[in-house]
């Protein structure tokens, strides 16, 4: 439980913060950056762990001494999780309840007192004001582990203040062993949901389990399957029930793992690394009427399809034009 040789990918990191923790050079602030479900928790609760140890001389911590029954129980007195207590950001107040004033006390007991910022990049500029002069004149006894998704939000000197580790994603390969090993998903379903979940763990462990998902995955794919033969009022039609999923822009890495196995059918003529095994027979017919060109076409639409919604396109007009030019692509 929470040990580092269990944490798939990121293995430069790891040994960093092992060797950190072995050489007791530690410095007093890290911010830990990547993408939701790649671990940053994780990796700050491993790490917040291993400092704690009292008996540990590798880079895991025991798991046996007080320090780790304390924080296997979730009641370890010298580590906190800071985490905005009205709001979605994390405020001015939030920062001086939850840190400035607690970190003038001394540690309880352990070596070190733990603050773990959850959601760091959402501090405001007057809440990130009222952590510096800590980070600046920090007590030697106090660590902070920032966790962030990118670092935009960040006030230059707080970032001149921190050790920035960004972690990476996680190979596909990796991803589908996880799921395997814990039983979350076997064989060719672990492929399909470690690449959708690019390379992120946690959203491969909440794909995994979500019906909801492979709800929509289904009602995709049934746009998809036969898009061509579909005149323009159904596919206006079809925009329109694509509004239920404005907010989760997933549906479109569904689209693109779709074209994806159409691409590679159509490129080794067989369905030996399709990743939607279940659909070999639908995506070999679809490689067969299709060329390359045009695959790529459907690709390149429904990138650029992507990069519209994240410049607040309007979704529903966004979704007609992306199901009518793939429509078209077939004839091109």
């Known amino acids: ?35 939701a479900g790649m671990g940053k928790r994780l990796f700050a ?8 140890c009292s008996d540990s001389t590798s880079g895991e911590a025991c798991g046996v001494c007080s320090s780790c029954i304390a924080f296997n129980s979730g009641n370890h007195p010298d580590l906190f999780y800071i985490l905005p207590q009205k709001t979605k950001t994390l405020g001015v107040e939030d920062i001086r309840e939850q840190i400035v004033k607690n970190a003038e006390i ?20 007057a809440a990130q004001n009222a952590l510096l002069k800590t980070l600046e004149e ?24 921190c050790v920035v580790m960004k972690l990476m994603p996680i190979p596909q390969r990796e991803i589908e062993e996880y799921l395997v090993q814990h039983q979350l998903a076997e064989g060719n379903t672990a492929a399909m949901v470690a690449e959708y979940a690019q390379g992120s763990i946690g959203q491969a462990i909440e794909l995994a389990s979500s019906e909801d998902f492979l709800a929509m995955r289904q009602e995709i794919l049934s746009i998809l399957e036969n898009i061509k033969e579909k005149d323009k009022p159904t596919l206006l039609e079809q925009a329109k029930q694509l509004e239920a999923y404005k907010q989760d822009y997933r549906f479109l890495d569904i689209a693109t793992v779709w074209y994806r196995d159409i691409l590679v059918a159509k490129t080794f003529g067989d369905g030996r690394f399709l990743i939607q095994k279940e659909k070999e027979k639908q995506l070999l017919h679809h490689a067969a009427k299709d060329s390359i060109q045009g695959i790529l076409k459907k690709q ?10 994240t410049q607040n396109a309007n979704f529903r007009l966004a979704m007609e034009i992306m199901l009518i030019k793939l429509k078209e692509s077939y004839n091109s």
Request: proline share 4%.
């Open 106 to 125: 001394k540690q309880y007991r352990y070596p070190y007192k733990i603050f773990i910022v959850e959601h760091a990049d959402s501090m405001t500029v």
């Open 300 to 309: 390149h639409i429904i990138q650029e399809t992507k990069q519209l919604l």
């Open 45 to 52: 609760d491993t790490f917040a762990k291993r400092l704690q």
């Open 138 to 161: 920090p007590p030697s006894y106090v660590l902070f582990l920032l966790l962030a998704e990118n670092l935009n939000g960040f006030l230059p000197t707080i970032l001149s203040r």
């Open 1 to 35: 439980m929470h040990r580092f040789d269990a944490i798939k990918g990121n293995q430069r990191i790891k040994d960093i913060l092992q060797h950190m923790a072995i050489t007791g050079k530690v410095s007093h602030a890290y911010i830990l950056q990547g993408a």
